[in-house]
Structures are given as structure tokens and as C-alpha cells.
């Protein structure tokens, strides 16, 4: 194989066969038979998913969001300002996307919307991709459409929180700081460490990352969030008493 082959697949112009990639694998001498199999499991070759559709429509980080969570083997999520996307109503969604300045074209809107609730179907799924969601208390507060809505919302929460694929942990108002407070990021963990990847949300899009070293500070940075946050249990209580109060 040549040089200008093994450049071209590197740099993703070129596709690779499953019987190249474990060659390259042997020239390299790369014994990570976890990697192996996960990169040769890619080699098949790119199937269309129902986020394809929205391609040209949205953002595309938004279309990238969501082909990332299907083909993830778990998720993480921390929530400091809003519910997780996964979870969201069809009317908090389309409060939330009316709020954008400038205001959205009311297609557009729509097209969010779709979109956002078609996502919900990796933990819905049978079985439901394992899914950790960390939100911090002041975002169960916020009445985004209205106190309807938001009661809604929340008992949407409650009954995501009883999949056995679901664990919601709240971080207490309480809570004496937490790393990362202020960010809204996704961890998504794929068959091997080496392929994992965090999205994390910004003003100008999501920003993507898998740099092994920011990878392991980030788990890191989620172990430490976890052991502030209530337990499951503690955290449908206090779900529970909040949309007991609106």
C-alpha cells in the first residue's frame, strides 16, 4: 500500500476495507485487539439514519448530535441550565427554540422540534442505549412555556428516570461548587476507550473533542460532579417536590 493510499485513508478521504484495516494494524503494531475490532466493525461502510433527513435543514452539529448518540454504547450528560435534550416535551422543545435571538423562522422551529423528540428514541429503544444524566436543581426550576409546560417537563423526568437503562441524578442547589458548573456537555462512550468522544455545547454551536488526554479529564471531571448529585432515589424526590410547587 502507498503512501499516498495510507495518507488518503487517514485523513478520511478514502474509505478502508476491514481485511486493509488489520493489516495497517500489524504495520503499525498495534496489538489493541479492542481497537482492532471496533475500527473494523466501522468498516462497512456509512448507513443512512433518520437524522439524515435533516441534513440542510439544521444546524449540522445538531444532525451530528444525534448520530452520535445512536451509535454511542453509553451516555453521560451534564445539564446546568436546561433539561437534558434527550428528555425534553414536544412543548418545552418549541418554548426553548422561541426563545432564540433572533427569533427562528417558525419552519425552522418546527424542524428543532421534530428532530429533538426523534432523538429520545436511543434510550427508548428495547434495549435502550445505558444513559447518566446529571442536571443541576436550577434548571428543574426554570418555567421555560409556562407553568403548564414546566410541570409537564418535570413529570416527563420522573417517568424517564424509571427506564432501567435511566439513571437522573439532581446536583442539590446546596451543593458546595462542582467542576465544569456553567457547561452542558455529552460524553459518549464507543466499543473501545480510543473511539470515545465529548460534545460540548457553546455560543457559536457544539464543539467536539477526543484528544485521550481531555477524554480522561473529562470522566474524571463526571466521577467528581456524580458524588455531589443525590442519589436516584433522592433525586425523584426532589423532582417530585418541585412540580408539586408550580
Given at each position: 500500500?502507498?503512501?499516498?493510499?495510507?495518507?488518503?485513508?487517514?485523513?478520511?478521504?478514502?474509505?478502508?476495507?476491514?481485511?486493509?484495516?488489520?493489516?495497517?494494524?500489524?504495520?503499525?503494531?498495534?496489538?489493541?485487539?479492542?481497537?482492532?475490532?471496533?475500527?473494523?466493525?466501522?468498516?462497512?461502510?456509512?448507513?443512512?439514519?433518520?437524522?439524515?433527513?435533516?441534513?440542510?435543514?439544521?444546524?449540522?452539529d445538531?444532525?451530528?448530535?444525534?448520530?452520535?448518540?445512536?451509535?454511542?454504547?453509553?451516555?453521560?450528560?451534564l445539564?446546568?441550565?436546561?433539561?437534558?435534550?434527550?428528555?425534553?416535551?414536544?412543548?418545552?422543545?418549541?418554548?426553548?427554540?422561541?426563545?432564540?435571538?433572533?427569533?427562528?423562522?417558525?419552519?425552522?422551529?418546527e424542524?428543532?422540534?421534530?428532530?429533538?423528540?426523534?432523538?429520545?428514541?436511543?434510550?427508548?429503544?428495547?434495549?435502550?442505549?445505558?444513559?447518566?444524566?446529571?442536571?443541576?436543581?436550577?434548571?428543574?426550576?426554570?418555567?421555560?412555556g409556562?407553568?403548564?409546560?414546566?410541570?409537564?417537563?418535570?413529570?416527563?423526568?420522573?417517568?424517564?428516570?424509571?427506564?432501567?437503562?435511566?439513571?437522573?441524578?439532581?446536583?442539590?442547589?446546596?451543593?458546595?461548587?462542582?467542576?465544569m458548573?456553567?457547561?452542558?456537555?455529552?460524553?459518549?462512550?464507543?466499543?473501545?476507550?480510543?473511539?470515545?468522544?465529548?460534545?460540548?455545547?457553546?455560543?457559536?454551536?457544539?464543539?467536539?473533542?477526543?484528544?485521550?488526554?481531555?477524554?480522561?479529564?473529562?470522566?474524571?471531571?463526571?466521577?467528581?460532579?456524580?458524588?455531589?448529585?443525590?442519589?436516584?432515589?433522592?433525586?425523584?424526590?426532589?423532582?417530585?417536590?418541585?412540580?408539586?410547587?408550580?
Amino acid at each position: 500500500m502507498d503512501r499516498t493510499m495510507i495518507s488518503n485513508i487517514e485523513s478520511g478521504r478514502f474509505g478502508i476495507s476491514e481485511e486493509r484495516l488489520r493489516r495497517l494494524a500489524s504495520i503499525y503494531e498495534c496489538d489493541d485487539t479492542e481497537l482492532i475490532d471496533a475500527l473494523a466493525a466501522m468498516t462497512g461502510g456509512r448507513v443512512r439514519g433518520w437524522w439524515d433527513e435533516y441534513r440542510g435543514k439544521i444546524p449540522p452539529d445538531f444532525v451530528d448530535v444525534a448520530e452520535l448518540e445512536h451509535h454511542a454504547k453509553s451516555l453521560r450528560t451534564l445539564q446546568t441550565a436546561h433539561i437534558p435534550g434527550l428528555f425534553q416535551t414536544e412543548d418545552h422543545a418549541r418554548a426553548l427554540f422561541d426563545l432564540f435571538v433572533p427569533p427562528l423562522p417558525r419552519l425552522e422551529v418546527e424542524l428543532r422540534v421534530a428532530h429533538r423528540l426523534a432523538r429520545h428514541g436511543v434510550v427508548a429503544a428495547d434495549p435502550g442505549v445505558p444513559y447518566a444524566g446529571l442536571i443541576y436543581e436550577a434548571a428543574l426550576h426554570l418555567r421555560i412555556g409556562g407553568r403548564h409546560v414546566a410541570k409537564a417537563q418535570l413529570k416527563r423526568l420522573l417517568e424517564e428516570s424509571e427506564r432501567p437503562n435511566v439513571r437522573l441524578l439532581v446536583i442539590p442547589l446546596t451543593a458546595e461548587g462542582f467542576p465544569m458548573a456553567g457547561d452542558t456537555m455529552m460524553y459518549a462512550a464507543a466499543a473501545s476507550p480510543h473511539l470515545d468522544t465529548v460534545e460540548v455545547d457553546s455560543p457559536i454551536g457544539a464543539v467536539f473533542i477526543d484528544s485521550p488526554t481531555q477524554l480522561s479529564n473529562f470522566r474524571r471531571r463526571l466521577d467528581l460532579v456524580e458524588q455531589v448529585a443525590l442519589n436516584p432515589e433522592k433525586s425523584r424526590d426532589r423532582i417530585l417536590e418541585i412540580a408539586g410547587e408550580l
